[in-house]
Every structure is written in structure tokens, then in C-alpha cells.
């Protein structure tokens, strides 16, 4: 499987804002890409995707609606996350993940990830405090 490398975390204050980066390959560059995020002890949560291509259908999760922005680069093959208004709660390490799949879910659009993805990279952590 695939790896994919993530960059640009850092500490922020509370309502501050960072871009966070994930370089693919270009055989990706038709594959829809997730953005995830971990707290130790809890599960992975898959925060947003953005399809493959022209990039242009998103999925984000209620937590980060509004307040983050997914966008995608095809010729320097990278997804950007662009982070706004950051909150204590969103202190976490940011992973990125390629979909096996993308589709529309009752009217939602969602990408599909395997369940046994085993290739995430080391993550880039975000650490929101004051």
C-alpha cells in the first residue's frame, strides 16, 4: 500500500489557524484523499475527503464544518487541509489516507477507506493551546 506524507502541524493559540499538507504520489492523483485525526486512546476520526481529479466534491465531519477547508494540488500532488478558528479540542495528530472508493451516501458525499489500511504515515501533530 500507499504512503502518503503529512506535514505543517505546529502549536497554535485557540482561533488560530494552520495548513496542514499531504504529499501523494501521482498515481493518486485520481484517488479521493481523507484527512484523519487521533487523541491517544481514542479512535481515528476521519474529518474530511475531497474526491480525486479535479477535486472537486468534499465530505466534512460536523466537528470541523465550516472551520476547516480540504483542497487538492494535482501537479504538486498534494491535499492541503486548511485549518481556521482552531479550538483546544482539535488538539490531535493529523494523518491523510487515499479512499478505495467514494460515493453518495443519502444525498452525503463519502470516500471509503479499507479496513485494514495499515500504511499511515507518522502524522503531523496539531496542538491547540494558549
Known amino acids: 500500500q500507499v504512503q502518503l506524507v503529512e506535514s505543517g502541524g505546529g502549536l497554535v493559540q485557540p482561533g488560530g489557524s494552520l495548513r496542514l499538507s499531504c504529499s501523494y504520489e501521482t498515481s493518486l492523483k485520481y484517488y479521493a484523499i481523507g484527512w484523519f485525526r487521533q487523541v491517544p486512546g481514542k479512535e481515528r476520526e476521519e474529518i474530511s475527503c475531497i474526491s480525486g481529479g479535479d477535486g472537486n466534491t468534499y465530505y466534512y465531519a460536523a466537528s470541523v464544518k465550516g472551520r476547516f477547508t480540504i483542497s487538492r494540488d494535482n501537479v504538486r500532488n498534494t491535499v492541503f487541509l486548511q485549518m481556521n478558528g482552531l479550538q483546544p479540542e482539535d488538539t490531535a495528530t493529523y494523518y491523510c489516507?487515499?479512499?478505495?472508493?467514494?460515493?453518495?451516501?443519502?444525498?452525503?458525499?463519502?470516500?471509503?477507506?479499507?479496513?485494514?489500511?495499515?500504511?499511515w504515515g507518522q502524522g503531523t501533530q496539531v496542538t491547540v493551546a494558549s
Open positions: 489516507a487515499p479512499a478505495e472508493g467514494d460515493q453518495f451516501l443519502g444525498g452525503t458525499y463519502r470516500c471509503r477507506f479499507p479496513d485494514d489500511y495499515d500504511s
